[in-house]
């Protein structure tokens, strides 16, 4: 390194060999140096530099490094250049970039400020954004371009997915209820949603892992035209290699199937399920892959597909809040595993059903799925009448939100919620209040110990805002309970993938099912009554007798509820 060169030639000198030194193939010590320092015949440094250059070169999978790399070189021969009389004008900027820095970060500030305050629908969320924006100079505006706004409607009207996918409707007509008062909530989310409700539907829970995962694999063994499969986490396990073998052979069997799983998902196990989907020709595609390394999809890595949904040969189907991982299965969990509830559904909803993934999979794979393999005419096999519910940022957004609002306006005797993450925003928790205060016995059941403790503690500084008003909250021991589930009026239920929380009801593309039903509404409160006689009520005094360490802690954890 030139020691009288001035303090930028030195720094870039010095930049560029650190740069080399990361890079994989062995170059020419020479070579590399007469790039770096400009100089024709030029040699290397012998002093104690403490960088070699013996590991130049440039990685394949990194071309980032090398535009930087180049970058620094050519700003490093204009400086040596520069110490020549006629071209002094790298001096001149180095006394005016902070002046144009300065500039162009408040011109930043302020763009991402008016884009944030246009575009942001919750207050809360716009604030935090505001403050992040002008508090944190240069960073707050990238941190915002990169996360904070939302692409997926651009790409998603490019696509044509905006419009829902047109499943067979045959069955659109509107069906007679046994709950009279209930009409005017299925009236709501029929236009809320814009699809019908559908009859003649046959649902059954299936509890935890146990009696999940054999009749999925069932379905699949005897699928014998089309399988899709949607879920967020596919874990690379014993279970998870069940599924990929029993994928492996419906695809031998010539049976059409295609597998999505969400990119964030797959990082739960290494080496990631999707080596093994590959490896045996099992197509599949992964939704909004991103990470750090390719900051032009960073935009996306807040926004996840948490839907589940197993559909075989167009006709019946699968789907709730349960993954595809070892965990489900209590019997051979080794930590105690994780309760969940999975639901198989037969009948004409099924065709909803398969009309999100198809949805999802023409967004993520540019392929439109249609014709009688993937949307069989489907006869009527129960007395059920559901509708399935696609929730996400892009032309769904808001939707399960309205839902559970409309639910809970038409409530007249009883609410039952089953949730593993309680985060209601401010309507939800005066929805529950004013029902709970018109009489209705409104049960909350969450997971005394939760897997995510962040949220447990934001949860917890939030119980009071129900309790007070007469909402009666139940804490379950352990295995956690993953289950979604709602219940109202012993009539209306309400499952599938969504938690109570701004991730499921703002960020995340969510798929639920609302039925309507007495039979069915009876079992599931046949459930919700088990976990009660097993859990713990928490009173106002409980949450006011917490020390003021955990008062304060679940207080500033609450701070961070529109993004957990």
Known sequence: MDEGAPVFLQISQLAGLILCSSCSKPLPKTSVWRFVSGGVGQHPPTGTLGVSVRRAGLRRHAPPVFALFAFLCALQRLAFHSRRPALNWLDKFSETWPRILTTLDLVAALLASFHALLHKRDSRAAALWLGLIWFLPVAGPLLYIALGVNRIRRRAVSLGVMTPLKAPSEFSESPQLEAEHLKTLASVVQRVVQRPLTVGNTVRALVNGDEAFPAMLAAIESAKRTLSLSTYIFDNDRVGREFVAALERAVRRGVAVRVLVDAAGLRYSWPPITFELHRRKIPFARFLPASLLTPWRVATIN?????????????????????????????????????????????PVVAQLQEAFASDWLFCANEALGGEGWFPALAERGRVIARAITDGPDADYDKLRLTLLAALADAQSAVQIVTPYFLPDIALVTALNVAALRGVRVDIVLPAANNLPFVHWASRAMWWQVLERGCRVWLQPPPFDHSKLMIVDGHWVFFGSANWDARSLRLNFELNVECYGRNFADEMEKIVRKKIRRAREVSLADVDARPVPAKLRDAAARLFSPYL
């Open 303 to 347: 926004l996840r597909n948490h839907r589940k949904a197993l559909v075989a040969d167009g006709t019946i189907a699968f789907t709730g809040g349960m993954n595809i991982r070892d965990g489900h299965v209590l019997a051979a969990a080794a930590k105690g595993g994780v309760q969940d509830l999975q639901f198989q559904v037969e009948g």
